[in-house]
């Protein structure tokens, strides 16, 4: 959203919103004092009207037999004239009726006399008084109610009162029902002219918000253009500044992040030349260098080398094996990262990756041998295409390895690496260089296997001694080709040892 634009909003939102409240204030006054006055209007039609009902007569209606009764038709045509008379424009009475405890149980209330003429609307003696929303009845008190209530026939705010007999005791309860219809009607006037003052209010801010909008916007377009520009790398742009205004200060401000930016990014490109990613994303994201510091932490490290690669740079150009390693390493370390891994470091024509650091990854040892069967079958692809092109074909040997190494930013002050070390990478290094021996194209220690076991096409492939170790290590290959025969361990094929 632009600047011209909030600012019109601003000003739209701050006239509204003081109006509004205003309004609102006003519109609620105005009909909480309406509301006051017809719930004392429906008090007093409702008192008035129980003065002429006779409870003694009242007491005689027991079931809907009695709406024969002259006492019946006396008490309803006292209730219509009642009615009758407070149907005016100021209060319109739409019903009167009275109100009275059955005769089974006391603690249900039920209808008495009803001075509607329609049978369809007409309630009788006996009908259950039910309400589907709003408080309840408040029976034998004198009391209009406060909010409005629900019932079969609509909304209504009522007012009661009591009828009691020659003995002073209460015989029922006379209602009247004020539609809120006509509530609403009596206050759609009021609202409407509000609403209106509301309107008039808003024209008049989108105009002073338009104008004042216009004058500091041509500013803003030259600091956005500038700004948008050095967003997409640009960052030689700058902005002209002719104001001495808070416009012209940001316009400076601008000018001095660009040539910070600027060399920023020479420094970023020429760091990254030197350190590897882990530790250039540290420095960026913390604003500090990082601490000479490694953990103690379980990884799983992967070590992939080319088999006879001295051989084959031998019978090609220089540039043909530049081309080669870079073909090569760039599918590598696609499916490296693809699979959660840490590409720690290129080992000449070999690389060296970590799966669980700097992240955490519980399925490290999974991932890595998902990685090595991709990165198995992606040789082949490349060697096929190579074929066909008339250039070299290779065959690289895998090693993985699990354990706990120490991990972390390895060195000095002034130079720094993300690595691990330990005897877990040592054994890794080991078993990619035992591929060659047991004839087998990924080789994993016995580390890795109780964590994936049942989850790849393994056969147990022989043992091999580690320098510095008195037992020897049993690995075990994987098999990466789709058509490779089921799981099988058997017994170790080979033994060899390594120093």
């Known amino acids: 959203m632009s600047y011209r634009t909030r600012l019109l909003v601003t000003f739209l939102l701050f006239i509204l919103g003081i109006n509004g409240l205003s309004l609102a204030v006003q519109y609620e006054l105005a009909r909480r004092t309406m509301y006051d006055s017809l719930r004392a209007k429906a008090l007093s039609v409702a008192a008035t009207t129980a003065t002429l009902i006779d409870g003694d007569l009242h007491r005689q209606l027991q079931t809907r037999d009695d709406e024969n009764s002259p006492a019946y038709h006396q008490l309803e045509a006292a209730l219509r004239r009642a009615r009758d008379a407070n149907r005016r424009d100021d209060t319109y009475i739409k019903w009167v009726y009275t109100l009275m405890p059955a005769r089974e149980n006391p603690n249900v209330i039920v209808f008495g006399v009803d001075a509607e003429e329609s049978f369809a609307d007409k309630s009788h003696v006996g ?61 759609r006037p009021l609202f409407i002219g509000l609403l209106l003052s509301l309107l008039i209010a808003a024209l008049l801010g989108v105009v002073v918000a338009g104008v004042s909008a216009t004058q500091v916007s041509r500013p803003l377009v030259a600091l956005r253009t500038a700004v948008e520009a050095i967003g997409r790398g640009e960052l030689d742009t700058r902005v002209e500044v002719k104001r001495d205004d808070e416009f012209g200060a940001v316009g400076r401000a ?226 990466h080709a789709p058509d490779a025969d089921a799981d099988a361990v058997g017994e170790p094929q080979a033994e060899l040892a390594l120093a």
Request: aromatic share 8%; charged share 25%.
């Open 254 to 479: 601008v000018n001095a992040m660009a040539e910070g930016l600027r060399e920023r990014e020479v420094v970023k490109t020429a760091f990254a030349r030197y350190v590897s990613g882990q530790v250039l994303d540290t420095v960026l994201s913390s604003g500090q260098m990082p601490a000479v510091a490694g953990t103690r932490r379980r990884v799983t490290v992967l070590f992939s080398d080319i088999r006879g690669f001295t051989g084959i740079s031998e019978n090609l150009r220089p540039e043909a094996v530049v081309e080669l390693l870079n073909e090569y390493f760039e599918s590598m370390v696609d499916i490296v990262f693809r699979h959660g891994g840490t590409l720690d470091k290129f080992i000449g024509d070999g690389l060296m990756v970590i799966f669980g650091a700097p992240v955490d990854d519980p399925d490290q040892e999974e991932h890595a041998v998902q990685a090595a069967i991709e990165m198995q079958r992606e040789v082949q692809r490349l060697s096929q295409k190579w074929a066909l092109e008339g250039r070299a074909q290779i065959r690289i040997g895998i090693g993985i390895n699990s354990g706990h190494a120490i991990v972390g930013n390895i060195g000095s002050n002034r130079r720094l690496e993300f690595t691990a070390i330990g005897d877990t990478v040592n054994l890794a290094s080991r078993l990619e260089s035992a591929t060659k021996e047991l004839a087998t194209d990924i080789l994993i220690s016995e580390h890795t296997y109780d964590a994936v076991r049942g989850a790849f096409r393994m056969r147990r492939h022989g043992e091999i001694h580690v320098k510095g170790r008195t037992e020897p290590v049993v690995t075990y290959s994987v098999a």
């Open 127 to 187: 009908d259950v008084y039910r309400r589907i929303e709003g408080a309840q009845l408040k029976y034998g008190q004198e009391y209009a109610e406060t909010d409005l209530h629900e019932d079969p026939w609509g909304t209504w705010l009522s007012a009661y009162a009591p009828v009691k007999d020659s003995t002073g005791q209460i015989v029922c309860v006379v209602g009247v029902d004020y539609s809120a219809q006509r509530v609403t009607l009596k206050m």
